[in-house]
């Protein structure tokens, strides 16, 4: 009888540490993407254990009791990174809006929206975009209040599936934010000047400006947007370059709304993280961000996702182009550039997450090579966000997100927009 008890309490035991080790994955790819060196190399074994890659190699023994995936007629590479998202904005498309609205209104729309309504949101179009291949990203602001850092909590915590997050929590601009004259009846009421928050900080004056910084990182931000030109005074070169400094010196990076060539000069000037949609940019301005190493979010949405956005065929004709003619200049001028879909619009008929991977269709039209766009889509993402000691590559000590794909995104980029395979933080969120 105690023979017997003392057996069962070994095997409980036994059992107990079983399950307490983390399970092992061997994932087969019959041919594996490495972005940064625009390297293939066949028939490789991706050794996963629990959320972290282990070993990576053609002669990588699959250990016995491996849970054993075959993607041995695919292409495998580290998940995607979208470094300009709004996952807290906009599920209902512009058929809920006036027609020929801008962003404007856009943003009008979310002020009628709580924040629980707003996370809610998050939490659907967060899931979307994973599904869709995208492991990390960077929500850069229009939230509410916190809607995103909520999010992100909730996505660590394991409580509903998305990509990792870097949140920008508020974004800080002169006042007005991003409403136009264009909103009266919301946030451009003088009877209600206080309608802008909390989805804008407005800050003026050196003293807003740092108080915005500190308590914006103290509610969880991780990244410092700001608006640089989006009314007609714009913040100058010393502005932008004391708020760098305030944000640097608590070791977070700066992401700067442009859309006007003064207000990117302004940014490249002052030595900006990254210098979001950048439309206007001049070869002068671009080569002063190569010079200043800021990084080139461009945001550059199709023609039919400029009219999705309530512009008419003309004026998206002519942004489009505007956008293509961006793209090659800051390519042929050497200006990095990572991947941002600045998707806040549904699309009848698509997913979130097939959106904002509809917007490479327009980098894939200015003719940049296929091996830079994947760079851009994970490698160039991870540095600026700064996580590229463990996300971006498949290499053994890294996070566990991976994807697949039908083709070679080296010989077919578009097969990107199909992405057969999702793993995040070791664990399977589409097989
Ligand atoms: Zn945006």
Do not use: W
């Not at 023979?3 to 035991?13: D, I, N, Q, T, Y």
């Not at 944000?247 to 207000?263: D, I, M, P, Q, S």
């Amino acid at each position: 009888m105690i023979e017997r008890s003392l057996l069962s309490m070994a095997l409980l035991l036994l059992l107990s540490m079983v399950s307490a080790s983390a399970q092992v994955t061997a994932i087969r790819a019959g041919k594996l993407v490495d972005p940064e060196s625009g390297q293939t190399s066949s028939n490789q074994v991706i050794l996963v254990e629990g959320r972290t890659i282990r070993a990576v190699g053609s002669d990588v023994a699959i250990p016995a009791g491996a849970k054993v995936i075959d993607l041995s007629s695919m292409t495998v590479m580290p998940g995607l990174i979208d470094c300009h998202t709004h996952v807290c904005s906009g599920v209902v498309s512009r058929r809920g809006l006036p027609r020929k609205t801008s962003r404007g209104g856009q943003l009008s729309y979310d002020l009628g929206n709580t924040t629980a309504y707003r996370a809610i949101q998050g939490v659907a179009n967060a899931r979307s975009m994973l599904e869709s291949g995208f492991t990390t990203i960077r929500d850069i602001g229009n939230a509410g209040n916190y809607a995103d850092v909520d999010l992100r909590r909730a996505i660590t915590e394991g409580l509903v599936p998305g990509p990792t997050m870097i949140t920008a929590g508020r974004i800080i601009a002169p006042f007005g934010g991003q409403y136009a004259p264009s909103d009266r009846g919301y946030a451009m009421n003088p009877e209600r000047p206080g309608l802008g928050a909390p989805e804008y900080f407005y800050a003026d004056t050196r003293d807003e400006l740092r108080k915005a910084i500190r308590e914006n990182i103290f509610y969880g931000a991780q990244v410092i947007k700001i608006v640089v030109d989006d009314q007609r005074y714009i913040y100058d070169v010393d502005d932008i370059r004391f708020a760098v400094e305030e944000a640097h010196r608590a070791r977070v990076k700066l992401a700067a709304h442009c859309v006007t060539e003064a207000g990117a000069r302004n940014a490249a000037t002052a030595g900006v993280d990254s210098i979001e949609h950048g439309f206007m940019m001049s070869d002068s301005v671009l080569a002063l961000a190569k010079q200043n190493n800021v990084v080139l979010v461009g945001t550059d949405f199709t023609r039919e996702y400029l009219q999705e956005y309530g512009q008419d065929a003309e004026t998206a004709g002519r942004g489009y182009v505007r956008s293509l003619d961006r793209i090659r200049r800051a390519y042929r001028i050497g200006v990095e550039q990572a991947f941002g879909s600045d998707v806040i619009f549904d699309v009848e008929g698509k997913t979130r997450g097939e959106v904002c991977l509809s917007i490479l269709d327009t980098y894939v039209a200015a003719g940049l090579p296929n091996g830079y766009l994947l760079r851009m889509l994970t490698t160039n993402g991870a540095r600026l966000l700064d996580v590229d000691n463990q996300r971006g590559a498949i290499r053994a000590g890294f996070a566990a997100d991976i994807i697949a794909t039908a083709d070679n995104p080296l010989d077919r980029i578009e097969t990107l927009k199909r992405v057969q395979f999702v793993m995040r933080e070791g664990t399977i969120i589409r097989q």
